[in-house]
């Protein structure tokens, strides 16, 4: 029996909540207090939901899916070496884990869980672009650490697989630049080529197991925050002809990051090591905090080397929980279109809830 790894974060939370958004602390004390009720059900409704993804044999069938994927790129890579010890070796973890935390697991150690849910989600930051075309492979050209993403989504109400919904993942490059806006604090203010740029954003469809793939970057990072993949759910969008989404709402919101020791080692790497910015380590986010609080929540890859070093990259791995019937209100400041990236802001640098394309508001930030 495995401990859950829980970041212990609920002192320093409380402070860097307070401090990261003056003025919003009444707002955001109902809203911890909605998170932490809402967490502890649908936590006890996902270990009911563990025997009947046994019995229907979607842990042997993820099982047999990662290994074939990790071979399928190491071969690419003309690497040897046995595929079960990678998997059984690599689930290292050593991050800390509350003495509250209870030694009962929600799934197989190599599935753990992203709780998230209403209210109780990650931010959405403002760089949320909808609009953004379905693919997989988001990698582009940008130079890093490549990653082979998978998530798989569980129906919490119904704890089966959640079949033919998009998921979409955008992250900052290897020195921390968000593709297709232009802001200060993300890299070169002037560079307005930035609009028409798509990289490391990208929606895929799950398949009947619930489960997406993206070829991407480990992401490097900019100031106040750590290392982290936004991940948003659409639920009922519809499919337009030039292969992006319209419609639909959102059930999940939520921040997707790496453990520590992994993003010292990958940010000691060039280019990532060509960033002057502060690091933010796990333990001082804000957002690992509002993810992890109080629950058992576990919103970090599960990863293994593909090859003998880090440049050959990472295969990581993560299953989420979604309450299907849950809507959330992400807001945006830019949008991609049939001509390129665009604001629809102006003047929202600092004040992000200026725009959120007429939906209710959320507290969020980059
Ligand atoms: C890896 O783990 C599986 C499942 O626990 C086990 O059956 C297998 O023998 C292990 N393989 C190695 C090489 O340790
Ligand atoms: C990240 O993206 C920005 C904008 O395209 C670019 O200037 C920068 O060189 C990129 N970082 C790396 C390591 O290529
Ligand atoms: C799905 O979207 C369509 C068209 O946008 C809408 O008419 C319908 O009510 C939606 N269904 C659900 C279950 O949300
Ligand atoms: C899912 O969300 C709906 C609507 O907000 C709520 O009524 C229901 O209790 C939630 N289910 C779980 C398991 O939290
Ligand atoms: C896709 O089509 C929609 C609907 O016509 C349009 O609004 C949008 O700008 C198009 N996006 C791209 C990237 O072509």
């Known amino acids: 029996m495995q401990l859950k790894n829980v970041l212990n974060l ?66 690419q890579l003309q690497t040897r070496g046995d595929t079960w010890e990678v998997l059984n070796k690599s689930h290292l973890s050593d991050r800390p884990v509350s003495p509250n935390t209870a030694e009962t697991e929600l799934f197989d150690d190599d599935s753990k869980i992203c709780l998230l849910g209403p209210s109780a989600e990650g931010e ?5 672009i909808p609009g953004e075309h379905i693919r997989g492979n988001i990698r582009e050209s940008e130079p890093g650490v490549p990653v082979i993403i998978e998530e798989q989504f569980i129906d919490v109400e119904t704890c089966e697989p959640i079949r033919g919904i998009y998921n979409e993942i955008w992250s900052c490059n290897a020195t921390g630049v968000y593709s297709g806006l232009v802001a200060d604090g993300n890299g070169n203010p002037s560079d307005l080529a930035n609009y028409q740029r798509t990289f490391l954003r990208g929606v895929q469809q799950t398949d009947e197991d619930g489960v997406v793939h993206y070829s991407t970057l480990f992401p490097g990072h900019y100031a106040d925050r750590t290392t982290h993949y936004h991940n948003i ?23 997707i990051f790496w453990d520590q020791d992994m993003i010292s ?102």
């Open 233 to 255: 759910v659409h639920w009922n969008a519809t499919l337009l002809p030039n292969n992006t989404l319209a419609g639909g709402s959102i059930p999940h919101i939520g921040q």
């Open 124 to 128: 959405t930051g403002p760089y949320w």
């Open 265 to 366: 080692k990958v940010e000691s790497t060039y280019p990532y090591n060509t960033n002057s910015i502060p690091i933010t380590l796990n333990e001082e986010d804000r957002v690992v905090n509002v993810e992890t609080n109080n629950a058992d929540t576990d919103p970090f890859l599960n990863y293994v080397y593909l090859g003998d070093s880090l440049e050959d990259g990472l295969f990581a791995w993560l299953t989420v929980a979604v309450n299907t019937s849950a809507i959330q209100y992400p807001y945006w400041t830019n949008v991609y279109t049939a001509t390129g990236g665009e604001s629809v802001c102006g003047t929202c640098d600092g004040d992000p809830d200026a725009v959120n394309g007429g939906l209710p508001t959320t507290t969020a930030s980059a």
């Open 10 to 75: 609920s002192v320093v939370g409380g402070a860097l909540l307070a401090s990261a958004h003056p003025g919003g602390g009444h707002h955001e004390e109902r809203e911890a207090l909605a998170q932490r009720s809402f967490k502890r059900s649908l936590s006890h409704g996902l270990q009911k939901c563990e025997a009947k993804l046994e019995a229907s044999g979607l842990h042997a069938r993820a099982e047999a899916r990662r290994r074939a994927l990790v071979d399928v790129h190491r071969r």
